[in-house]
């Protein structure tokens, strides 16, 4: 007998609740003796093309609402959108017929969705799991962004989704394919990243519009892409891209929010379209043949954004083209049935074909000319920074959490979860409306105040410090040189925590009082001391009208212990006049004089385009109306000269800008410090603006190579107006400015023979080198026109009551050097940059020398540093299960690089790492942590470069001897220790 189908009414079946299905009759389970997994997949005709019907549903995590708002459906007249009603519909369709399936991607839905079913329910998904008719798919908390996030972000947003569902389901929830079919433009560390956890294969829609004309002339719409030049095979991903996006094919949409005809099949009627429809859909398939390499099987995605809201509507639709396409399979050679990404990925493996490969990225992103999808590379950049904040400062709570042995990650668990939400492909990115940036916002403050709950509860009762509920013990506003601690206590101690595996030198600048003499000490000494005007452009702020603060109280802390914190006591008193050094004034040319040679910098913009008919300027597009920005002049100068730094204050030819260019005591590099906003948009023409910075070392002849960082680690080569795995034609040409901008996540460089400039930042911006020995950087944007790509609002951000333009601040580090000392310098600094120090404040009634006296540790440190030496960094330190720790080291220099020691590999003992920790049992895992290393065995992929002769499935086991293990450059290795104190 065939499955059993209700014969209610629609508006009927919607009312019942899953509490009344329950296990009931109209549950039509599967078969017993069914699995999950490829032993699952249907069976393939190879004597037919089969055509993989996929149902899915896109759900973006935020984007024209917020997350809570899509998920119950509110403010339907935004967008009509309700998540929780997706898995209510899908859950009774399988139920009824064993033969459909579905896939689900966003694990941050369905965690919330899971969290509020029944029992009944949990037990029917569980059979559906276990029986591959639900399958995950991707598997990340959210499906990320892949321009504008950090590894680390990238790495824990994917291990949070793995986590829940291999929690769940066991090893049928584990993904065994990558899904990011959204995202605007694909990294090659991405792909890197995907390969270490264990992904077959990943699928994608959004390439360049010509890259994708000339893959589909060439038949190489798929490809294994090799993810590292350091890792080899071990890197490689086979990669698919979609003809046409991820929506079903045109003509066979069939949700609510399509207007596509149904499949009408009584032939009484005058509605009557069988023949019609089919015919269209071998017409479709047929076409799509001729794109790709197999002509056996074809993938097509039968859904879309917040597709299924309807189960019902959709799966009556697609049970018909099965059934009629099958019936005319003798005529047209065409089969088509329900399945999965995973299952077609394995069906194209068992083809035995031999695949394209790819080397470089697919960015930038265009999909038409002069529509460049550079602009989100910055779009909204005070969230780029507080996300890229809070996910050091989160990096931080899960050492102290671990190394303070923290039974499991429940504490942190909000935080993570913003962190997840956060590296949505509609989040980082920029690209959503502003009452949902502010949720977002919201989201990442709260979790930063679980963060540093966190941290203060493991760490203060170790100084005897009681813990105040509801106290911030920690200084949020430092960006705008505010904090109620050092602005309101006469004595306090602030304990610093330094996430790094190494010990660290660090410069703290503290805002106090005008006319206050502080004093630094340590356990032992009195740390000098040195006093900087807060600039004027800063004391104006309005976040700033309730601050006392006028000066920066400067001074350094030298040997902050690896993975631990050294406590400063400081002691503030009145004096009766300022300590304050005034100010040198310096012309523009005195400046330059004393900047290193042949470097020059310039705050500029270009204007926007604002034509909506044709294409704008907006959240997602860069489009500059002339090719030529309008540069500033450094009108006048002031330098403060001190023991520990010199500072040089940029005033500029513009009013709504200004910099600051620092260099610190016994640091190599520079520091330059912007200050942009707000942008004006008025004026005899409303006119958009894109604010840069370019950096120009007129000594070095780069010939229009540069490089750019790929998710913050492996560095990419660029060169000007040229693609490596396309022609260009005549975009370079025809857009000669945002066809040439890449993401920068943490930093670029250009370089000769002789000498590099590089550059880092503090949060992703879009940036290119446009002319020799120059670089330049996007830091803001004010847009007035919509780029029309479905947001529907411009990229127009204001702050408090009066709707002024948002003032954005931030920081670029400068280095010049030869090839060894640039690649040493940027690895590591690009690693500080990322993991600041966290400052926690505590007021004190202690002498400093009852304090220096005490018996309190007032320096502690969670491993031996000398194990790790100066090439491995340690990606992540967190609490497992009970008894467990999750630790991932990675070595962080590229093996191309070939330096005489960093590049090498090396070698460590996992058991000589901690300090009071004992390891006993060692368990390898995958990147994400949700399979043993020795378990886990990838497709293998013949290509041009590896033979056929490999086995059927790839090992990614590594060679290890008890706790020694080794690693080679760019390998990141994830374990899971059982420990004791």
Known sequence: MGPIRTALPLLVIQLFSLEVWGTSPWFVPGPKEATCGYDGCPKIDPAMINVHLVPHSHDDVGWKKTVDQYYYGDKQWVQRAGVQYIFDGIVQELSLDPSKKFIQVEIAYFWRWWSQASEE?????????NEGRIEFIGGGWSMNDEAATHYTGLIDNMALGFKQIKDIFGDCGIPRVAWQIDPFGHSKEQANLFAQMGFDGLFFARIDYRDKAQRMESQEMQMVWEGSDSLG????????????????????QFDMRYDDDPIVDDIR????????????????????????????????????????????LNYQNLDKLIKYVNERSGETNIRAFYSTPSCFLKALNDEGLTWPTKTDDFFPYADGPNSYWSGYFTSRPSFKFHERQTNGMFQAAKQVAALFQAPNMDELFDLQRALGVAQHHDAITGTNHADVDADYHLRLHEGQLVAQGSMTSHIFPVLNQVIEKDTDYTCSRLNISSCSWTEENGQLTVTIYNPLPRALNYNVRLPVQDKMTVRAFDATSELSVEYVPIPNEILALEERRQSLAVLDAIFRVTNIPAMGYKVIYIDQTPIDESLLKPLENMSPEDFQKEMPDNFNVQLGHYLSHQDYDTQASGAYIFWPLEEKAEMSTIVSSEKYEGGLLNEWRLKLSIDWASLIVRKYEDSPEYEVEWLVGPIPIDGDELQGKEIILRYTD???ANEGRFFTDANGRQMIQRQRDARPSFDLEDGAQEEPIASNYYPITSGIFIGDETSQLSLLNDRSQGGSSLKDGEIELMVHRRTLVDDRRGLLEVLNETAFEDQSGLIVRGKHFFFQGNEALSTVWR????????????????????????????????????????????????????????GQILLRLEHFFEAQEKHARQSQSTTIDLNKLFQGLTVLDVLETTLGGNAPLESMERL???????????????????RQQDTQISLEPMQIRTFILTIES
């Open 121 to 129: 329910t949990k037990s029917m998904v569980h059979q559906m799991v």
């Open 698 to 700: 007129s000594g070095v």
């Open 233 to 252: 095979e071990d890197s490689s991903i086979f990669t698919g891209v979609f003809t046409d996006l991820y929506a079903a094919p045109s003509g066979f």
């Open 827 to 882: 690895r590591t600094k690009m690693q500080e940059q990322f993991l600041q120090p966290s400052l926690l404040f505590f007021d004190t009634l202690e002498t400093v020398e009852d304090w220096q006296a005490s018996s309190v540790e007032k320096t502690w440190s969670g491993i031996n540093s000398d194990e790790l030496g100066d090439n491995v960094h340690v990606v992540s330190l967190e609490p497992w299960d009970d």
């Open 940 to 958: 293998h992929w013949n290509t041009h470069s590896w033979n056929s002769e490999h086995d059927a499935y790839h090992s990614m086991v590594r």
């Open 269 to 312: 009627l005058r509605e009557y379209n069988l023949k019609e429809k089919i015919d269209l859909f071998v017409e479709t398939v047929l076409s799509n043949m001729t794109k790709y390499q197999s002509q056996t099987n074809l993938m097509f995605t039968m859904g879309g954004d917040f597709n299924f809201q309807i189960a019902n």
